[in-house]
């Protein structure tokens, strides 16, 4: 049976999530205008992007700073959720390096700002201090669900791993997830739609198992509402590896706490696409001394410059997202 009052309190929190957004939103946008906080497109892009060249970035932070007002309100008044703050810890955590990385991008005026051997090192210490917290500390423990075995009180539908092997299994999942989050942030509204599709799924998912998780999807759902009104397409900002990061972190963490590592390919499909088309590109432009398998990696630009408009493949990943959380929610809600 589902928690009544943690439902009352995580629809709260995506209210108090999406009006906060929105009310930072037109304080944001010319601040960051008038910082000269501006994307700096690929030259080897498609040209359709070239205008988009100074669009105020960095928007994740007032992303951020709504999840992490909503969560706090939340706790005043519904009580503290360990749950809830070990997911809010991966996702700040993730959104502060993915912000040093805007701001070198942005000092330097280039579109590299960390190194992936720094931008590697500071995550993988910040996951392994996550798997740790929420060994100890989340009702999972080592525990993963099977998907579409049952879960839920009596459900015996779930491997155990020991710490030994649940600590490199956490440290890839949450660095493979973050990665292919990072790489759907490409084309206006992508990343903000799929992932508040997700963040739902997370949401509903909590509530089902009576999680605190449930707090934070909610206020990830409700800022990502809110940001689309800034993020469509055309888009006054983007969030960049801020807020890209961040909700990379968010994915990965709701999914760990929630023992769901096994959902990820299947509800987070669209970020497992994006993250094999560049493997795919990469290793055939290797192997083959220069030809391309896609026109253009991650696969949302193939797609692009094979004639679709932006809005159009972001409508149609965020169905294709919709979908398989609403398959995936189904196999929840049955053995609950």
Known sequence: MMDKEL???????????????????????????RLKFGQEVRDDGPKEHLKKQGTPTMGGIFIALAVVIAVLVSIIGHGFSAEAMIVLFLSIAFGAIGFMDDFLKIKKHQSEGLNPGQKLILQLIVTLIFAYLSYTHGNMGGKIWIPFLGMGEGARSYIELPALIYFPFVVIAVLGTDNGVNFTDGLDGLCSSVTAVTAAFFAVSALLMGSGVAITASAVCGALMAFLMFNVYPAKVFMGDTGSLMLGGF??????????????????????????????????????????????????????????????????????????????????????
């Open 251 to 336: 994915v990965a963490g709701a999914a760990v706490v929630l023992g769901m590592e096994l959902y990820i390919p299947i509800v987070g499909f669209i970020y497992l696409i994006e993250v094999v088309s560049v493997i795919i590109q990469v290793a055939y432009f290797k192997k083959t001394k220069g030809k391309r398998f896609f026109r253009m990696a991650p696969i949302h630009h193939h797609f692009e410059l094979c004639g679709n408009s932006e809005t159009r493949i972001v409508a149609a990943f965020t169905v294709i997202t919709l979908l398989l959380s609403l398959i995936s929610i189904v196999g929840i809600y049955v053995y609950v």
């Open 7 to 33: 439902l009352i309190y995580s629809s709260i929190t995506l209210l108090t999530a999406f009006v906060a957004a929105c009310l930072m939103g037109p304080y944001f946008i010319p601040l960051l205008h």
